[in-house]
């Protein structure tokens, strides 16, 4: 009984005020991740939905990488791998340096490359969804292939997978996590030092439990709100009550 | 000089190389997850069993079980639920005498048992939303057959809803070869992350063995899309393709 109130104490006396220290850096990843593989995730969709072999089949051979192996081994890949590979190059003596030692740019750029390729093959089934008609009605206007793509082909998509995308923020927010295995001092890796010091198995992991399910809460709460605003047409109209009819 | 994919010496089978390290990680990679599919399904049925039961109290935990479970990153789940569930053993054993304070849990089952729990709660809702496709009909027709509960099950709503869960499951079959990697995490189980790890860190090439430890679990993923591509075929036979 009192290892389990000194547990408790524990957890909200040192624990909890040293892991919310650490949101600014999960977020960060997540973030600056999210972005720069949502970016990437365009051309890789554009290229898996060519015609041509030169363009759709390097697209499709990243995307199975991408989704066939665990993200672990590729942050490992490129965290030992690229560290193993650069020292030996220009990149030790260039700007770029100073940052391509910690691991935090080594697990975005992991996390930026893996949601490219999630997030590529989501954006593909949305391309592939935009109804034929409206891409005639387009060319009807006399628009060129460019302004059609632009214009009605992917803000279409977009919308037809915001859902989908929306869950993929999530996915990667919670698979930052993996950041703590190349010495990130994130949420995870903050519970690792707490351990550490401590030798407490159980309090350093409810409260990063308990920020975690703050976080994946208020993003979905988020990103619910994004939706709602950009697919407003295509949710349940407001009821309307209809005067009652005359015979 | 590069030092990189050049040294084949590195994957000869023996004590020289790792080759024979990393193909036994490949197969207990293999056992994990196949163990951790069977574990998880079971858990996915229970939950979705309580989910359906119109009971307020199983409904409830059972949509416990499914959010907190799917809110949580599963590193952090994998930590929680291996240490709590090795502690809470060990405690039971030691607590009645059975064991003495010296014991050790296998790594194999705890670690199974904890990726089946994570497992158990996507399952959950891919099994819930199967037995929901199963048209209202067919079991109502079974019940003025009186079949009872068992019956129903194994002869109409089991073998329907699996092809509704098959595309759901054959992801999470996917999801479950990648989660395994994260007992590296452990550091006491020498699956094909953990054997890649080992190689890579022994002889320096780490670029080399991550690329090599990739490509098997590369196999694994497209061995099993091939194969599940032949189970959806076999389980929509008889239905004509839209």
Redesign the interface.
Known sequence: MEIFLDGIKYLFVVALPYLITAIPVTLGLTLISGVIGNLLALPVAVARTSHNPVLWVPAYCYI??M????????L??IY??????LPGTWVRHSWLWPYLRQGFWYAVFAFSLNTAGYTGEILRVGLNAVPHGEIEAGRAFGMTNRLIFWRIKLPRAIRIQLPTMAGEVILLL??T??A??ITVFDI?GV?EDLFAQSFR??PP??G??II??TL??VFTRLLYWVEKHLNRDRLPPEPVILPLATP | MNP?LSNWDLLSYGTTGYSDELLHGLWLTIQISVCTYIVGFCFGLLGAGMKLSGNRWLMRIGDWYTT?IR??????LL??LY??GT?MVKGLLVGLHLAGEDFQINAFPAAVMALGFILGAYMTEVLRGAILSVPKGQIEAARAYGMHFGLRFRRVLFPQMMRYATGGMGNLW?NTT??S??I??LGSLPEL?SA??GA?AGT????FF??A??CL??LI??TSMIIQARIEKRLNRGYRRA
Do not use: W
Not at chain 2, 204 to 207: D, E, I, N, P, S
């Open positions: 199975l990488v989704r066939g192996t665990p993200l672990l081994i590729q490992f890949f030992y791998g690229l560290g193993e590979l919670k698979a996590s993996l703590s295995t995870m519970r198995t159980y992991l409810l990063a439990a975690y399910i994946v809460f | 990189n907190i809110a949580l990153p599963e590193l952090l930590f929680l240490y709590a502690d996917l990648k989660d990697a994260l590296v995490v992350l890649t790890r890579a320096k090439h780490y670029a991550y690329f430890g990739g679990y590369l993923t497209v």
